[in-house]
């Protein structure tokens, strides 16, 4: 659920969370 309000533009990580959504989002594989 926290990561559909991140995409509805509610919520946004930070710190380690938003690293690692940014390493994903780089890197869809790693999924």
Request: proline share 10%; net charge positive.
């Amino acid at each position: 659920r926290t990561l559909q309000n991140w995409e509805q533009g509610r919520r946004y990580p930070t710190g380690p969370a938003a690293t690692l959504i940014r390493i994903l989002d780089a890197h869809p594989s790693l999924i």
